[in-house]
């Protein structure tokens, strides 16, 4: 048996919806030797990413951690003593997207413009989808993973008095799976007539 629960359906994306977006986005497909994040000493550095346009961009990220049946019964009819496992697991998802630039050292603090946070409970096993969208620079995957992780982490963390056996270990609990599903970007367009009418009035004044 398989569980759907989107954690947060206003923001939703529906499968049809993930189409429109696909159509209107591009997948990125280009990729380089260079490693950006080093300079010809091999000293770390930030990549400057001030000449490049802004962007419309989003990534989807997911991961999976492996529970016991006990476990997965327990958090599917809300009997975690700790308290409500999935809620927690999306707040903690979505605090981490936007922290991302704090605990990742050459990632850029970008806007978040949104994030979309989507769980689905297997039979021994929590997924958890992260979808996030800025509008920017630099692309926004690694806060996608961040949601991911942490996510997870927060569920491992909702559950350890379930998921410990005897001696106090966690032989069948484990974080698995953990990949980017997409990661998508779409040049903004700028309205020639809109920029010239400015001008004309700032010359005016």
């Known amino acids: ?6 954690t947060q359906a206003d923001n939703s994306h529906s499968d049809n919806e993930d189409q429109n977006i696909d159509e209107q986005l591009s997948t990125e497909s280009a990729t380089t030797d260079e490693l950006t994040h080093v ?3 091999g000293d770390a550095q930030m990549v400057n990413v001030g000449t490049k346009p802004d962007t419309n961009r989003r990534a989807v990220a997911r991961g999976e951690i492996k529970l016991t049946q006990t476990t997965i019964d327990a958090v599917r ?5 700790k308290g409500d496992v999935l809620s927690t697991a999306r707040i903690g998802a979505i605090q981490a997207v936007k ?3 704090e605990t990742i050292p050459m990632c850029h603090q970008i ?12 039979e021994t096993a929590i997924e958890l989808r992260v979808t996030v969208e800025t509008t920017g620079k630099t692309g926004c995957e690694m806060e996608a993973l961040e949601g991911v992780t942490t996510g997870l982490n927060v569920i491992w963390d909702m559950v350890k008095a379930t998921e410990k056996d005897n001696s106090g270990q966690y032989p069948e609990t484990a974080v698995t799976d953990v990949e ?18 400015f ?3 700032v010359t005016v004044r």
């Open 1 to 6: 048996m398989t569980e759907d629960i989107n």
């Open 39 to 41: 300079d010809s000493d």
């Open 199 to 201: 001008r004309i009035k």
């Open 111 to 122: 806007p978040i413009t949104n994030v979309d946070t989507a769980l689905r409970i297997h």
């Open 180 to 197: 980017i599903v997409k990661k998508q970007k779409q040049k903004q367009t700028i309205n020639s007539l809109s920029i010239f009418r």
């Open 77 to 81: 009819n809300d009997t975690i003593a």
């Open 99 to 101: 922290h991302t630039w």
